[in-house]
């Protein structure tokens, strides 16, 4: 029997590196890079909510195992809503 289970769509700001290979930045270049946003929209089956994260998974078995478990600060989710 498959498990119930609530898809969700969760749009959410990534903690991220300038990029890769670079350790200097002037203060210009880090105002600049602060300023940009790396808004992530994620799709999946919502596991669970506790007061610091949420945890959606991408794949669930039938008999209710689930994965690629990602968990998301609350502070960095900006909507989660049911599809």
Not at 15 to 21: L, R
Not at 51 to 74: M, W
Request: glycine share 6%.
């Amino acid at each position: 029997m498959p498990v119930k289970a609530v898809r969700v769509r969760v749009t959410w700001d990534d903690a991220e590196d300038p990029c890769e290979g670079v350790t200097w930045l002037s203060a210009a270049q880090v105002r600049a890079f602060a300023a940009k946003r790396c808004t992530i929209v994620s799709v999946g089956y919502l596991v669970c909510k506790t007061a610091h994260y949420i945890a959606i998974a991408a794949d669930l078995t039938n008999d209710g195992y689930y994965g690629r478990v990602t968990k998301i600060p609350n502070g960095m989710i900006a909507s989660i809503e049911e599809v």
